[in-house]
């Protein structure tokens, strides 16, 4: 696994003109990993019927809501495969 | 596949897309129908308050459910109905309380938890879930003290999140068979207490 649990990683700003699973709200924000959670086919391949997909491992990103919208004290979690994702520097 | 409620747009929308999966070889008519036979003959809120009962009275099944769900399900037999995804238990704590939503389309534990409600659906709870849960949660009549954290889980990859609601006051007494009955849809998906 890349991203060991509490390695702050960013997200890409990827905007591909293909289906993603990187929701655009969480797109080039700073999270921390909680979990690796196994490895998965890449869904912007399985869309595009690309065969066969990549796999990847899917981590678990934890985001502060005050990073993704400005305001609030909640945490959002989402599940992003690796290739969205790199380490925050 | 059901002929009724035809006039509704959403249902023509369904039928057109079971006709293109069916031309392109995806998938037939009967294939379908027998998802849903089985989806409907099995999936229940009942499978996932069974789950949180067990863990209320058992500690290690709280801590085998929380470290792997999968496992912990197919304790109390339910291993065939979650084995198309990956289940991930998060336990409510005194100060924390977790909330489930998948902003991309309407995914959840449906084996565990029954067919999804129409809310659980709809672009405002997918869209403001994950930017004002406490004001989402205090629409569904749950009022969170200002200290206690929210974690708001975005199902939309491969694994499916089931909150763990911490065990009520009512709960005090009572036989372990009926604890169950105080797991309310709302208490697995986050957006009630029971």
């Not at chain 1, 390695?7 to 969480?26: E, G, K, N, S």
């Not at chain 2, 039928?15 to 995806?26: D, M, S, T």
Request: hydrophobic residues 40%.
């Amino acid at each position: 696994m890349r991203f060991p649990p509490g390695t702050q990683v960013r997200t890409r700003l990827l905007d591909p003109d293909h289906h993603t699973r990187l929701p655009r709200y969480v797109r080039g924000q700073v999270g921390e990993i909680v979990e690796a959670e196994g490895v998965c086919p890449l869904p912007d391949d399985r869309a595009r019927g690309l065969a066969p997909p990549r796999e990847e491992m899917v981590y678990a990103v934890r985001f502060p809501a005050a990073a993704l919208w400005g305001t609030g004290t909640h945490t959002v979690t989402v599940d992003l495969w690796e290739s969205y994702l790199e380490e925050a520097g | 596949m059901a002929d009724q409620h035809e006039d509704v747009p959403v249902a023509a929308r369904v039928r057109r897309l079971e006709e293109r999966v069916i031309a392109a070889g995806l998938a037939t008519d009967e294939a379908l129908d027998a998802v849903l036979t089985r989806l409907y003959a099995t999936a229940s809120p009942v499978n996932g308050a069974r789950m949180v009962a067990r863990a209320w009275t058992d500690p290690g099944y709280r801590e085998r459910l929380l470290a792997d769900g999968n496992a912990a399900a197919a304790e109390l037999g339910f291993a065939d109905i979650v084995s198309s995804y990956r289940l991930k238990a998060v336990a409510n704590e005194p100060g924390l309380h977790n909330m489930v939503v998948c902003t991309l389309c309407s995914c959840y534990p449906v084996s565990l938890l029954g067919p999804s409600p129409s809310w659980y659906k709809s672009l405002a709870y997918r869209s403001r879930a994950v930017r004002e849960p406490r004001a989402v949660l205090a629409e569904f009549g749950l009022e969170l003290p200002e200290q206690t954290e929210i974690a708001v889980w975005d199902a939309s990859a491969e694994s499916r999140y089931l909150v763990v609601p911490s065990r009520p006051d009512a709960a005090a007494g009572l036989p372990d068979d009926d604890l169950p009955a105080l797991v309310t849809l709302g208490g697995l998906i986050g957006t009630a207490a029971v």
